[in-house]
Nanobody, 123 residues
Framework: QVQLVESGGGLVQAGGSLRLSCAAS????????MGWYRQAPGKQRELVAT???????FYADSVKGRFTISRDNAKNTVYLQMNSLKPEDTAVYVC?????????????????WGQGTQVTVSS
């Protein structure tokens, strides 16, 4: 069974930095795009950043120049380096990955989500 497990969230003052990690485990054959989303209280989930299997990246305008997404394919892990954090970055951050895995049903491709990690930025 494939799982995504995030870590690295916490409480930080405005202007500070945090680094999130998301590790995929299970009977994984390959991982396509990986990404980070976030959801603040009372708001819809929004895309933060994505990275393709080849390393191409995309960022939401609100985080460009402050956040950097990267991945370690050998470790099946995606990272989000967050610098110059603002109170409006406060949210639950969730990772996502398109994964091809082996199951008792055979080889399947599915979209997997982590459980989320809380990031709180104080002013």
């Amino acid at each position: 069974q494939v799982q995504l497990v995030e870590s690295g969230g916490g409480l930080v003052q405005a202007g500070g930095s945090l680094r999130l990690s998301c590790a995929a485990s299970g009977s994984i054959l390959s991982i396509n795009a990986m990404g980070w989303y976030r959801q603040a209280p009372g708001k819809q989930r929004e895309l933060v950043a994505t990275i393709s299997s080849g390393g191409s990246t995309f960022y939401a305008d609100s985080v460009k120049g402050r956040f950097t997404i990267s991945r370690d394919n050998a470790k099946n892990t995606v990272y989000l380096q967050m610098n110059s954090l603002k109170p409006e970055d406060t949210a639950v951050y969730v990772c996502n990955a398109g994964i091809i895995a082996t199951t008792f049903l055979g080889t399947i491709r599915n979209n997997y989500w982590g459980q989320g990690t809380q990031v709180t930025v104080s002013s």
